[in-house]
């Protein structure tokens, strides 16, 4: 088991940053690989961005790229996701993932792929 606990949304406007971050505490942090995905009201939940177990290899969603970056710190068992540029388009519920992999570098878009998921934290841009 790995408990996930997400921080650091919040009201925003548009062209300002955040940084979130997911917390995982339970089981090794390394052992897995992180994503995060978003919800935004009466959608469906979409994937964001993914880092690798060892933080070499990361992928994005392709309307994201430039905007936000994804990092961790498996000694802080925790990863990030920076988000620069805010548009009123990316409010929306972000929550973090963890899947329980044995490469060391690959990432994972698939929702399906994940073991586990935190409560998400709501970020809301307004324009």
């Known amino acids: 088991q790995v408990q996930l606990v997400e921080s650091g949304g919040g009201l925003v406007q548009a062209g300002d940053s955040l940084r979130l971050s997911c917390a995982a505490s339970?089981?090794?942090?390394?052992?897995?690989?992180m994503g995060w995905f978003r919800q935004a009201p009466g959608k469906e939940r979409e994937f964001v961005a993914a880092?690798?177990?060892?933080?070499?290899?990361?992928s994005y969603k392709d309307s994201t790229k430039g905007r936000f970056t994804i990092s961790r710190d498996n000694a802080a068992n925790t990863v990030y996701l920076q988000i620069n540029s805010l548009k009123p388009e990316d409010t929306a519920v972000y929550s973090c993932?963890?899947?329980?992999?044995?490469?060391?570098?690959?990432?994972?878009?698939?929702?399906?792929?994940?073991?586990?998921w935190g409560q998400g934290t709501q970020v809301t841009v307004s324009s």
């Open positions: 993932a963890a899947q329980h992999a044995s490469s060391l570098t690959d990432t994972y878009s698939a929702s399906r792929m994940y073991d586990y």
């Open positions: 880092i690798s177990r060892n933080g070499f290899s990361t």
């Open positions: 339970g089981r090794t942090f390394s052992s897995f690989a």
